[in-house]
């Protein structure tokens, strides 16, 4: 098993920058990839970036150039640098870590950006 804390959301004015962490605990060497998605009300929940053990990153379109994923692994934790928030940001922002047969999600943080 796998437990995933995320942190770092809060409330930010458009243009504003935040940095939310996973810390990820418990089975940690079975994990390949790790990621982070987002669900704003009555939307689905969407990819917005992962990174792979090997150290290969995917981010959506809509965040490209924006977002910066990363990861430290002495201490278990991926992070996720946003620049340049925009209002069409604002969602809740899962942590999500997946290996062979595994899948596994935080209970989200909630990033809201004012215009």
């Known amino acids: 098993q796998v437990q995933l804390v995320e942190s770092g959301g809060g409330l930010v004015q458009a243009g504003g920058s935040l940095r939310l962490s996973c810390a990820a605990s418990g089975s940690i060497a079975s994990i390949n990839g790790m990621g982070w998605y987002r669900q704003a009300p009555g939307k689905q929940r969407d990819l917005v970036a992962y990174i792979t053990s090997g150290g290969n990153t995917n981010y959506a379109d809509s965040v490209k150039g924006r977002f910066t994923i990363s990861r430290d692994n002495a201490k278990n934790t991926v992070y996720l640098q946003t620049n340049s928030l925009k209002p069409e940001d604002t969602a809740v922002y899962y942590c999500?870590?997946?290996?062979?047969?595994?899948?596994?999600w935080g209970q989200g943080t909630q990033v809201t950006v004012s215009s």
């Open positions: 999500r870590a997946w290996g062979f047969s595994q899948n596994y």
